[in-house]
Each structure stands twice: as C-alpha cells, then as structure tokens.
C-alpha cells in the first residue's frame, strides 16, 4: 500500500529495481529562459536516481550543456550528460541559440511547448511511463500564440480526457504528515469562480480525487475536507448564498453516493488549514484529513505553498499515464545564477516513481 512518497531522492525508499523494469520518465525542460534545464540538471545528478528510473531529457542539448557548464562553475555540478538520453524535439527553431537567461521570448515559449508536446507523445505511444514537467510561463506561451491556461490542459487535451484535475502533494520533513490538496478549480480569473464551480464540476472532481487516493495512494476509506467558497462558508447565507443554495445539497448527495469515503464541510475556508498546519509542523495527528478539496486556485495553493512551497509536486490526475512537476514556477528572475533549489522537482521525479510502480503493481495484481 502506497501512503505517500518520498519527498528527497537521497532518502528515497522507492524500490530499486533490474533497468528494463524501471519507470520511464520523460522529462522536458520547461521555459529554457527560465530555471527549467538548472533545476533538472541538479536533480538528475542525483546518483541514487539512476537506479530507480530510465530519464530521457527533451530540449535542446546545447543550450543544457551550457547550463551544466556554468553549474559546474558556480555550484560544482558534476554529471556526464553523454550518459543521459536527450530528444531534441525543438532543435531547429530559429534562436534557440541565442536566448538569455532571464529573459523569455517567444522562441522560449515555443520551445517549451514543443518540449511538451514530445514528451506526451511518447507517454501516449508506451515509451515513457510519465512526464515529469519542468516549469513553462503561461504568458510567454501565449505569446508565442499556443493559448493554453497551463499545460494541463495540454495534457488532457493530448490525451483526449475531458475530466481530469490538479493535485498537489507535498509530505512534510517535520513529522512525515502527507498533505493532499486538489483544486476544484485552476487557471480562472477570481470572478469567474463562482460561475464555472456547479455541482457537476464539484461531482467530477471529487470522483477523481477519490479515485486517485484509492488507487494511487492506497487509501480505502479516505477523509476529504471540503472548503466553503465564501468567508466563514457563508455564514448561514449572509456572506454568500453558493453553501445553502447548492454546496450544501451537493455535499450531502455526495457523502450518500460515496458511504466509504467520509466527506467533511463545508469547512470555513480560513480554519480549514488551521490543523494541516499543526500536522505539518508539529504533530501529523493533528489533521485527521487525507486531502482537501479547495474550490480555487489561491483558496488551495496559498497554505500549499506557505507549508510546503519547494517541496510541493503538482500531479495531474485523470490522465492515462502519471505526470508531475514542481510547485514553483519559472523563477526568471533567478535563472543563471545557480540558487535554483531542485527539491520540488526531485520531490516530482520520486513521486512520478512511485506513481508509476504503484499503477504497475495495481495491474499485475488485477492481470
Ligand atoms: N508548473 C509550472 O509550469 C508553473 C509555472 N508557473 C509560471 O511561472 C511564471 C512565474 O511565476 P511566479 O508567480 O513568479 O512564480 P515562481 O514560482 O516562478 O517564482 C516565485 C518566487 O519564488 C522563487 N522561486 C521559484 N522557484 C524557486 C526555486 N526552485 N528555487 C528558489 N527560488 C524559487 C522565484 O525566484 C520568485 O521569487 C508564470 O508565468 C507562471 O505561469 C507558475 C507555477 C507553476
Ligand atoms: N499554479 C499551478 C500551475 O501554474 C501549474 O500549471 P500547469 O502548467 O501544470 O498546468
């Protein structure tokens, strides 16, 4: 039974295992303008990596190999990258060569996206078990006029499912607690929350959320914590009508449909984070919850990040194959000066690990 993931691959207890047997990754190095190809590089070097998984890097090997070049001087990385597979899936996009650290364009935004885009085909065509995304920017993709909220959405739409979700997941060093939290809602402006939440959105993202606890973490009988969406969830219909009117009612269907799973909510949004904080930090009894579902993106990612921003691993669930990335995004104003950290993205490379070897032990069992 899987209850979580090791978050640091220097104390990873995923299983080692004979190389044909080990996961597949694929990983595409993001916005290379950004802190992408670094924080890869650094987690790669890792030594114990290379006996749990077979990484194959898409992006442009010249401009990794610079980035190594100045890691090797500024932080002493050391790695053979002659020894590590790359797909060069973008190699004749006129610039590539001449980007800046920094500063991102429309050349970067394409590459990026290309990158992507190869390593879904080959999650799609069995040659990768997973994608391990590094981070792209959302603006410069449009600007290179790909005009996806995120690549999640690529991901979906690649992989022809209309449902799927975005989970974080992140354990903590302090006391081993497993936070989980999945957003009902993603990459929306603030206004348009409470028109694109219905019940039906709620009914699918919960299926999801549960079916992922039960077969990707192990979780029989998991407990969700729902948010409310207005302050004080409402407040009996004074600071808002969503939790009478239909959050209420929908909760209650729910918990009908699903008796093994216990529901609670709708939990003030404020004092819903109150115990994964305690849990986080001090006493993993604390939160008696297996994950939360926040009904928006900064209801549910700003406690994420506050108690685990650099250990955190975004997980699209829903998808045929496992992907993960790191929480954090394209650090631009950090690229080329080597103070990248890479432990959300070892952290998404372990838990893709994991990810993988527990759908290959579900279905050798169901075969
Ligand atoms: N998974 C993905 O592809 C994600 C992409 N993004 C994209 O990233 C771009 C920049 O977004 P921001 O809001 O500025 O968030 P960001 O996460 O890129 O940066 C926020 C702050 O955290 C720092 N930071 C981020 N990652 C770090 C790391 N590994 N080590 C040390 N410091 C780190 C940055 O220097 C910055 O000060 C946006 O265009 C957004 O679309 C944002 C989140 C996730
Ligand atoms: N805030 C999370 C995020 O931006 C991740 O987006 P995606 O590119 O993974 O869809």
Known sequence: MQQGFSINLSQSNLSHSPTRLRPRLAIPLGDPAGIGPEIVLKAIAHPTLHTLAQVTLVGHAPGLAKTLS????????????????????????????????????????????????????????GEFDAVVTAPIAKSVWHAAGHLYPGQTEVLAERAEVDRFGMLFAARS????????????????????VPTV???????????????????????????????????????????????????????????QRYPQVKLTGLIPPDTMWVSAGHAWHTD???????????????QG???????????????????????????HGTAFDIAGKGIARSDSMEAAIALAIELVQQRKHLSSREN
């Not at 993993?284 to 900064?298: E, K, N, T």
């Not at 699209?316 to 993960?324: A, D, Q």
């Open 301 to 327: 990612l700003i406690p994420v990040k506050l108690l685990a921003f650099d250990r955190a691993v975004n997980t699209t669930i829903g998808l045929p194959f496992v992907r993960t990335s790191p929480d």
């Open 197 to 255: 939440l219905t019940p039906e959105l709620m009914t699918h993202k919960l299926d999801l959320l549960v079916a992922c606890l039960q077969q990707d973490f192990g979780l029989s009988s998991p407990h969700i914590a729902i948010a409310g969406l207005n302050p004080h969830s409402g407040e009996a219909g004074k600071l808002g009508t969503e939790e009478v009117e239909w959050l209420q009612p929908w909760l209650t269907a729910a918990q």
């Open 284 to 298: 993993r009894q604390a939160s008696p919850f297996d994950a939360y579902l926040a009904l928006y993106h900064d």
């Open 173 to 192: 060093p302090h006391t081993g607690w497993p936070l989980r939290c999945l957003l009902a809602t993603t990459h929306i402006p603030l206004q348009q």
């Open 70 to 125: 100045s890691l090797r001087d500024t932080v002493g990385l050391d790695l053979d990258l002659s020894q590590i597979p790359l797909v060069e899936a973008a190699a004749t996009i006129a610039g590539l060569d001449a980007i800046e650290l920094g500063q991102p364009t429309e050349v970067t935004g394409h590459a990026s996206f290309c990158w992507l885009n190869r390593a879904i085909t080959g999650a799609l065509q």
